[in-house]
Nanobody, 119 residues
Framework: QVQLVESGGGLVQAGGSLRLSCAAS????????MGWFRQAPGKEREFVAS????????NYADSVKGRFTISTDNAKNTVYLQMNSLKPEDTAVYYC????????????WGQGTRVTVSS
């Protein structure tokens, strides 16, 4: 029963940067994994990046490696997604989610924040 609220989306030109935030409230466990996903119009939801609250486990989709950075601020119960060198194909609604380390599914999701990258 973790509540997640995303923010930081907006309109940016190709090559620009945005920083998304995911504020968590309720039960947070240090070993749980926080993930960022995105869904573009007409496409399936896809994985972007994930991290444990401690920052000990990191994972990125190949499409964003070298451009995006996921991080946590435990004092603020917040997960960030720093997005640099943005491309039009990064345009999507971005969602924050959480799951236990050994669970197969993410159990809690935010409502999403929209990112639009213009050419």
């Amino acid at each position: 029963q973790v509540q997640l609220v995303e923010s930081g989306g907006g309109l940016v030109q190709a090559g620009g940067s945005l920083r998304l935030s995911c504020a968590a409230s309720g039960r947070t466990i240090s070993s749980y994994i926080m993930g960022w996903f995105r869904q573009a119009p007409g496409k399936e939801r896809e994985f972007v990046a994930s991290i444990t609250w401690s920052g000990s486990i990191l994972n990125y989709a190949d499409s964003v490696k070298g451009r995006f950075t996921i991080s946590t601020d435990n004092a603020k119960n917040t997960v960030y997604l720093q997005m640099n060198s943005l491309k039009p194909e990064d345009t999507a609604v971005y969602y924050c989610a959480t799951r236990a380390r050994y669970d197969a599914v993410y159990g809690s999701w935010g409502q999403g924040t929209r990112v639009t990258v213009s050419s």
